[in-house]
Nanobody, 124 residues
Framework: QVQLVESGGGLVQAGGSLRLSCAAS????????MAWFRQAPGKEREIVTA????????FYADSVKGRFTISRDNAKNTISLQMNSLKPEDTAVYYC?????????????????WGQGTQVTVSL
């Protein structure tokens, strides 16, 4: 099993940017599809973006297309989420997740490995 630790959350004004990172350990990182999910209070956990094992395939939720960018560095066992043009509706706890799969799942049920989450708050 891979262990995941997120960092980089915080408070930002609308229109600003944040960069989240997720460090993985304890597994062969390059065999895992990776994803960012988020969960706002009172709402279900939803996928934000995901990336395939080697980074050749990505998925973005419609709500973040053109604003967020996922990337991975298999040499450093990390993924990152660059978030630009942030909106108040992006406020949530953001979770890093890993799935030992060839394809890129977009359902949280397909990801058995999760980080503890990092809070992102976007103010007006």
């Amino acid at each position: 099993q891979v262990q995941l630790v997120e960092s980089g959350g915080g408070l930002v004004q609308a229109g600003g940017s944040l960069r989240l990172s997720c460090a993985a350990s304890g597994g062969m990182f390059s065999t895992y599809a990776m994803a960012w999910f988020r969960q706002a209070p009172g709402k279900e956990r939803e996928i934000v973006t995901a990336i395939s094992r080697r980074g050749g395939s990505t998925f973005y939720a419609d709500s973040v297309k053109g604003r967020f960018t996922i990337s991975r560095d298999n040499a450093k066992n990390t993924i990152s989420l660059q978030m630009n043009s942030l909106k108040p509706e992006d406020t949530a706890v953001y979770y890093c997740a890993a799935a030992n799969r060839v394809f890129v799942p977009n359902s949280p049920d397909m990801y058995p490995n999760w980080g503890q989450g990092t809070q992102v708050t976007v103010s007006l």
